[in-house]
């Protein structure tokens, strides 16, 4: 047998709400991951502030330790991930990383947005990359988006709701009349928020995530004091409902937009959206980025914008680029990696939904008690009917909404009603996917 080759061993600073689901998530697709990136992930080092503190995840007393130090310092340890928070320490630590030709990745937006042009110079003399997939947007791959697929052009816009904890509270506020505070409470206890939410509400961590977008869409770190930043503090139910009376939903809006002559404007501000917009139906924890591209044109990228598992899923992928870059893994940057964990495909016959179920049947009494025997017959329950009162002489259009059953019942029922004498088109049916 071929050499495996050598595990990944990683570093992990921090074992807050992020911390913990990298350390959770690696553990359960450790397999899944190995056969895509063609190495083992191996966590060699946790450092956290209190080693005896209790933790939602287990993790090995021994693996644990107070001091950052011993991470660098581990000559066996090929990869820190920084999710410590806040900026003084964390600069610290991957200037350290780096220096030792240890590979970064980190979820902490302040960090670059204040240190980016510094800390990306010492990569590029070390050789050594930084990941950032996780600082932008929770588990929306929007970083390697605007680094990788959408490389050939130049953006000409971003708009992007990008913070979720505001979000969150904003359409709390808007569908529960919550207040502002028992709204951020909640987001808090679901994990969303920053260690000092001030961040959340005062716009800046929307703005720190505007910086890196819009640094990496323009080649140069953009400043802090350049930008303009205004929170949600100010938004009250009152605006919320005139906004939507008029037609409109306020959202704390990220813009990000060239102008002909090379300006740059950088904002984040709650803004009113028009109702019909994509973007007014972007709730909760959710985020999204409108990037509109010279050549692609407009996309649109939407996921969960916080929380635990969002975050460490892009964590992770910024590990299996970093198992990449060390080399040893074969063919599997080539496109395609063959991997046999996902079972088989399923026979259509086999698929379940519900239906809609349109007939155009004789007038005559008796005709549903027909249908509706041949759905019974095959076990299939009917949850609504509508009769339109006006139709041609003679004819009658039935509509059925029907329970879930298989397609391949569903297409048998089909048969049977199709064959009725009092049927009098050939049946529309429809699946109704429930999103
Ligand atoms: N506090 C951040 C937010 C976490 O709510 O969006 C993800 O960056």
């Given at each position: 047998m071929a050499d495996q080759p050598k595990p990944l061993r990683i570093g992990l600073a921090g074992l807050g709400n992020v911390g913990a689901g990298v350390y959770k998530n690696l553990l359960k697709n450790r397999s899944l991951l190995q056969e895509r990136t063609g190495r083992a992930m191996e966590i060699r080092k946790v450092a956290v502030r209190n080693p005896s503190k209790p933790r939602t995840v287990a993790v090995p007393?021994?693996?644990?330790?107070?001091?950052l130090d011993d991470l660098i310092e581990?000559?066996?340890?090929?990869i820190i991930v920084e999710l410590?928070?806040?900026i003084d320490q964390a600069f610290t630590l991957v200037k350290s990383a780096l220096e030792r030709k240890k590979i970064v990745v980190t979820g902490n937006k302040a960090l670059l947005a204040e240190h980016g042009k510094e800390l990306f110079a010492l990569a590029e003399k070390q050789k050594t990359p930084i990941y950032f997939e996780?600082?932008?947007?929770?588990?929306?791959p929007i970083i390697k988006t605007v680094q990788e697929?959408?490389?050939?052009n130049r953006i000409d816009s971003m708009i992007g709701i990008i913070n979720g904890t505001s979000n969150y509270i904003l359409t709390r506020m808007a569908?529960?009349?919550?207040?502002y505070p028992e709204a951020l409470k909640e987001a808090q206890d679901l994990g969303y928020?920053?260690?000092?939410?001030a961040l959340d509400v005062n716009g800046w961590d929307a703005a720190h995530k505007a910086i890196i977008l819009a640094s990496l869409s323009y080649g140069f770190w953009l400043r802090a004091e350049d930008i303009y930043v205004e929170g949600?503090?100010?938004?009250s139910l009152v605006d919320i409902l005139f906004a939507d009376s008029l037609g409109y939903t306020i959202k704390l809006l990220a813009v990000i937009r060239l102008d002909e002559s090379g300006g740059i404007e950088v904002r984040v501000q709650p803004s009113l959206i028009s109702n019909?917009?994509?973007?007014?139906?972007?709730?909760?924890v959710f985020n999204a980025i409108l990037v509109n591209g010279d050549v692609v044109g407009e996309t649109l990228f939407y996921g969960s914008g916080a929380g635990q598992d969002p975050t460490s899923s892009s964590v992770i992928s910024d590990l299996a680029d970093a198992a990449a870059r060390l080399g040893?893994?074969?063919?599997?940057?080539?496109?395609f990696v063959p991997h046999g964990l996902y079972g088989q495909p399923v026979a259509i016959d086999d698929t379940v939904s519900e239906y809609y179920l349109r007939l155009q049947v004789a007038?005559?009494?008796g005709v549903l008690a027909q249908i509706a025997t041949v759905l019974g017959n095959l076990d299939i329950g009917i949850s609504s009917m509508i009769q339109p009162e006006e139709h041609e002489e003679g004819i009658a259009p039935i509509v059925l909404m029907l329970h879930y059953a298989t397609f391949g019942r569903m297409k048998e029922a089909l048969r049977q009603i199709a064959d009725l004498?009092?049927?009098?088109a050939q049946p529309v049916l429809m699946r109704v996917e429930s999103l």
């Open positions: 007393d021994e693996l644990l330790t107070a001091n581990d000559g066996e340890i090929d410590i928070g806040g996780a600082a932008v947007a929770g588990g929306i697929s959408l490389v050939g569908e529960e009349g919550l207040d928020a920053e260690a000092d939410p949600i503090q100010d938004v019909g917009h994509i973007l007014a139906s972007v709730n909760g040893d893994c074969g063919g599997r940057r080539t496109g007038d005559n009494p004498d009092c049927v009098r």
